[in-house]
């Protein structure tokens, strides 16, 4: 409802309305509620004395349920490396999902406003060869323009128009596909783009290796893949283990 938008306000409302980031958060969540819960001890605790049953004498031994809590601590270990594990893959998809989120918006953005920019320029030119033509036009009639001079000042204003009209119909499919990312596709697009585009321009291109350091460092899902692994390998070690080893 707002008449303009800016580059932060619009990537807000796509990290709000990310269904996929909702799941990862959900997910970082119950990652870390079964972390909490597999340092929790087995119930019933049983204490070291021999030769009684636990449940009312008419259920397992005393001996079975203590080799099930000796299992237990036996594995605690790989079962917390896998709960850590997969907390963190949890982390980094939810992170990944963030700065993948927020560039494709700010991409998006920039490039609205770009075409914004030429709409305004296109605009002005398209003023100037109008008044171009018609100054031609009438020297034409005065003798001092020749029917080719005319001709191709009616080219230039055609071609000004027609380059309007496609900078329009860009602009207005860049503001769909930025609706689109924020999650509001059916907001109409009567609003305009806010903010300094100049500001996100004057930054100089980086050389290659800097282009390698930052691929390594915002690489989070090659991260989040290698604590699935990691988390893996802890279940196989736990399902290895399925009982204390006599």
Known sequence: GSTSLGVDAAVQVALRND????????????????????????????????????DGMVGAPLFVQM???????WTLSDRIDEGGALLG??????????????????????RAMCMERLIELNADYVQTTAKTQQKIERLSRQGGASSVDVKRARMDSNRARADHADAMRMYRSQ??????????????????????????LAYAPPNESEVELRAATVRLDLAAAEKASTAAEARSRVA????FPQ
């Open 19 to 54: 269904p996929a980031l909702r799941r990862n958060l959900t997910q970082v969540a119950s990652a870390r509620a079964n972390l909490s819960q597999i340092s929790l001890p087995l119930n019933p605790v049983i204490n070291m004395a021999f030769g009684a049953a636990i």
């Open 67 to 73: 080799i099930q809590q000796l299992t237990w601590f």
């Open 89 to 110: 893959a949890s982390i980094f998809e939810a992170a990944h999902r963030v700065v993948t989120t927020a560039a494709r918006v700010r991409i998006t953005f920039s």
């Open 175 to 200: 503001q769909l596909e930025l609706l689109r990312l924020m999650g509001r596709p059916e907001v109409r697009t009567d609003w305009s783009m806010s903010g300094n585009l100049a500001a996100t």
């Open 240 to 243: 290895s283990w399925t009982r």
